[in-house]
T-cell receptor
Framework: SQQGEEDPQALSIQEGENATMNCSYK?????LQWYRQNSGRGLVHLIL?????REKHSGRLRVTLDTSKKSSSLLITASRAADTASYFC???????????FGAGTILRVKS | EAQVTQNPRYLITVTGKKLTVTCSQN?????MSWYRQDPGLGLRQIYY???????DKGDVPEGYKVSRKEKRNFPLILESPSPNQTSLYFC???????????FGDGTRLSIL
């Protein structure tokens, strides 16, 4: 069963605007990861945030994690047309190696 | 270059004709996994392997087999494919312990 659920399912913004995607999950986690998928290609890891972290930055990406609400958000600042892709959150359980993926958010950045 | 290589990238075949999708990684990763991706359902895990000769079922294993005879290879076998196995398949590997996974470019299977 799916652990993570992304919101919104789809998002369309203008170049230069910020994009925010949210992810909710159900059980305790070791970490939460965000991946990007360009159309029909493999997923690429973007950023990992551990369960004891609240915020993490990587370039134009900012991820927050609220374990009390079992939710995370991914913020992409100053978006570019090249950011157009699907974005998935994935949760790593407290024990083991399994990642459970959500259904993803489709982001379209218009130039 | 670190990579996960899947073959073939595309395959159209018919019901009941056995097929194998190969997966190879060059990162010496212990953990490997197969997923299928269907619209609106995200990625669902089919099988995974913790190490050589150690495999286990994921969430949707029915109709699939795997083997892990060498650390670098993790083939996915469809003994008698059916149309409901038409999907986009991904192989991934990682160092385990919840570390990020490296994905192949995917194999698009169409079973007629």
């Amino acid at each position: 069963s799916q652990q993570g659920e992304e919101d919104p399912q789809a998002l369309s913004i203008q170049e230069g605007e910020n994009a925010t995607m949210n992810c909710s999950y159900k059980t305790s986690i070791n970490n939460l990861q965000w991946y990007r998928q360009n159309s029909g290609r493999g997923l690429v890891h973007l950023i990992l945030i551990r369960s004891n972290e609240r915020e993490k930055h990587s370039g134009r990406l900012r991820v927050t994690l609220d374990t009390s609400k079992k939710s995370s958000s991914l913020l992409i600042t100053a978006s570019r047309a090249a950011d157009t892709a699907s974005y998935f959150c994935a949760t790593a359980m407290e024990y083991g190696n399994k990642l459970v993926f959500g259904a993803g958010t489709i982001l379209r950045v218009k130039s | 270059e670190a990579q996960v290589t899947q073959n073939p990238r595309y395959l159209i075949t018919v019901t009941g004709k056995k097929l194998t999708v190969t997966c190879s990684q060059n990162m010496n990763h212990e953990y490997m996994s197969w997923y299928r991706q269907d619209p609106g359902l995200g990625l669902r895990q089919i099988y995974y392997s913790m190490n050589v000769e150690v495999t286990d079922k994921g969430d949707v294993p029915e109709g699939y087999k795997v083997s892990r005879k060498e650390k670098r290879n993790f083939p996915l076998i469809l003994e008698s494919p059916s149309p409901n196995q038409t999907s986009l398949y991904f192989c991934a590997s990682s160092g385990g312990g919840g570390r990020p996974q490296h994905f192949g470019d995917g194999t698009r299977l169409s079973i007629l």
